[in-house]
């Protein structure tokens, strides 16, 4: 095998330790993979927590909420309610990379312990945690707070649970009596643990059961075959953590109406009056509401409810982007592992294993959805990792002396490419992707008093970074087409020169140059008192605004090179190589 330590082209020991500070390393960089990594979570909880004035997202409305709030509050309430109970003065910015930090740190432990426990023999161990760990979804994406860094967690460790279920139905029949009864004892335990897991990854993301559904028949075959008694504790301990976060969502979102109308007033009637109807008035109303009415335009009370209905809708998938039902497997996927994909595909040696069923699974019901991102297979990795050949089979070494050393060069090959691409896409994901906009909120959260700062061709900057209570906040939304400049006009307009006390957050995402220009021309003329801050990649700054500044003086006050815009690029043959140019500035925006 060629990760043995004396004779292998790379030294793996040497290589993993060194993953390891990569890791914190990356995870302490201020790139920006996607907006839900602060969208789905902090820009929700600290405008409840802390108080912030942020922009929470529609999954997040009380009147349809969307998604569960007690992943959440397991994953960020901890940090944030300390916060909020010691009345802590600490920068949004700190908070952003404790977590940062306490994400990487999970993802490190638990996918190699994960691993290790599920992998059979010390060889495929070390091999999986190798390619696992100089991954660049490993090193980059798993420390950014996605919900699907939280969905890989507790994808590996209901997969560790599987495994010992499918290892005791191998040994079973073999067993004495005594070793039977110690056996099954020891997966009764598992059984609560694997309720539990399962319920959180469900209610954290809708798509959690596609990666069980494969591997799933070693359970099945366990609860029908040796202990029923197992599948009734997974069922309870399930469905009991799946109703400790409905009633935490409909206190979260609907506490006025349910708690406030419908259950303390029927719970007072029934301590007076011991009538049990009041009881059943409550779970008769709490069944009504629980059920969608779309014709009085009334959503669920349950938030995955809600997720299913609005995901089985095309036409609100369209609003995020659809993509080929190949995409995830023609682009996502060879993105995902780049050279080491060869390695996957070309053999037939773990088709059975439970790994290789997790990511046949995903990935099958996952490529049934128009909507395919790349992050939505960050699960996928370990998996993938786990199936990875490296072997050279003794008929390869006996038949053919010249094959057996064309086979051995070519996968050492593969083995240093496969270190080059991560690093490659290490450097540009974990440091430069829209690397630039956590640092100009920072800046703008330092000097943030009477501030007007439009972004523009950056992601969706996060309001809650700039920690601000009577912030004002304007966003584009991509399905508002045409009429994007006029709802930014009209926000503009409503600004008023006697509200210097606030500042305003204007993000212009979509919004063409020339809108751009009236719009800043628009605040700079309505006489406002505010400083205007203008936000943009220095490429798009410099092709748009340095040779023709429209009556604008922009003085430029923070830049960074780390920056880079991946989606402009189509810019090219108008402005060249210019577009290439990385970078993000913050300008003073004055009337010349």
Excluded at 540 to 557: A, I, M, P, V
Aim: glycine letters at 4%; one cysteine or more; charged letters at 15%.
């Amino acid at each position: 095998m060629f990760f043995d330590a004396k004779n292998s082209v790379f030294n793996w020991r040497n290589i993993y330790i060194l993953s390891v500070p990569a890791r914190f390393f990356f995870a302490l960089q201020p790139s920006y993979l996607h907006p839900d990594e602060h969208f789905q979570n902090f820009e929700v909880l600290t405008n409840s927590l802390l108080k912030y004035n942020t922009n929470v997202p529609w999954e997040f409305w009380e009147d349809s909420p969307a998604r569960s709030v007690l992943p959440l509050l397991i994953h960020y309430g901890p940090v944030l309610g300390l916060i909020r109970f010691f009345k802590l003065d600490v920068d949004p910015i700190i908070i952003y990379y404790i977590h940062r930090f306490i994400f990487c740190f999970i993802s490190w432990i638990v996918t190699d312990w994960c691993i290790y426990r599920i992998m059979p023999t010390k060889q495929e161990r070390i091999k999986t945690i190798y390619f696992n760990s100089v991954n660049y979804i490993s090193l980059c994406y798993q420390s950014h707070c996605f919900s699907n860094s939280v969905e890989t967690w507790y994808l590996l460790l209901t997969l560790v649970i599987i495994e010992n279920f499918r290892n005791t139905l191998e040994v079973f029949d073999k067993a004495n009596n005594e070793h039977k009864k110690i056996l099954i004892s020891q997966n009764l335990k598992q059984s609560i643990y694997l309720g539990v897991l399962i319920a959180i990854g469900l209610l954290n993301r809708i798509t959690f059961l596609s990666w069980l559904i494969f591997p799933s028949i070693f359970l099945l075959k366990f609860w029908f075959t040796i202990s029923l008694k197992s599948f009734i504790i997974t069922f309870s301990s399930f469905s009991l953590t799946i109703l400790i976060g409905i009633a935490t969502d409909i206190w979260w979102f609907n506490k006025d109406n349910i708690v406030y109308e419908l259950i303390i007033p029927n719970l007072h009637e029934f301590y007076t009056s011991f009538n049990y109807l009041y009881l059943i008035n409550i779970l008769r109303k709490l069944v009504e509401f629980s059920i969608p009415d779309y014709t009085n335009q009334r959503a669920s009370i349950i938030p995955i409810v809600n997720n299913f209905a609005y995901n089985l809708n095309k036409d609100n998938l369209i609003k995020h982007g659809l993509h080929s039902k190949f995409n995830h497997i023609l682009t996502n996927i060879p993105l995902i592992f780049g050279p080491s994909l060869i390695l996957i595909i070309f053999q037939k040696s773990y088709l059975r294993t439970t790994p290789f069923l997790s990511l046949i699974s995903g990935l099958s019901f996952l490529s049934l959805i128009p909507h395919q991102e790349l992050r939505f297979l960050m699960p996928l990795v370990p998996l993938g990792c786990a199936c990875i050949n490296l072997y050279i089979s003794n008929k390869d070494k006996q038949e053919n002396t010249n094959f057996f050393n064309l086979k051995a060069n070519f996968i050492k090959w593969i083995l240093k490419a496969t270190i080059f691409f991560n690093l490659i896409m290490s450097i540009l994901m974990g440091i430069f992707h829209q690397g630039g906009v956590i640092p100009t909120l920072e800046f703008l959260h330092n000097n943030k008093n009477n501030i007007i700062s439009v972004y523009w061709r950056t992601y969706n900057p996060p309001s809650w970074l700039l920690g601000d209570e009577t912030l004002k906040i304007y966003q584009n939304f991509s399905d508002l087409g045409e009429n994007r400049s006029q709802k930014l006009y009209e926000f503009i307009d409503n600004i008023s020169s006697s509200s210097i006390e606030n500042n305003y957050l204007i993000d212009s995402m979509g919004i063409d140059s020339e809108a751009i220009i009236k719009s800043l021309q628009k605040l700079l003329v309505k006489g406002n008192t505010n400083d205007i801050i203008f936000v943009a990649p220095i490429a798009s700054f410099n092709n748009h605004f340095k040779d023709n500044n429209h009556g604008l003086n922009f003085t430029q006050e923070f830049s960074s090179i780390l920056h880079y815009d991946f989606d402009h690029f189509d810019e090219f043959e108008e402005y060249g190589y210019k577009v290439f140019i990385p970078g993000i500035g913050a300008w003073k925006v004055e009337l010349l």
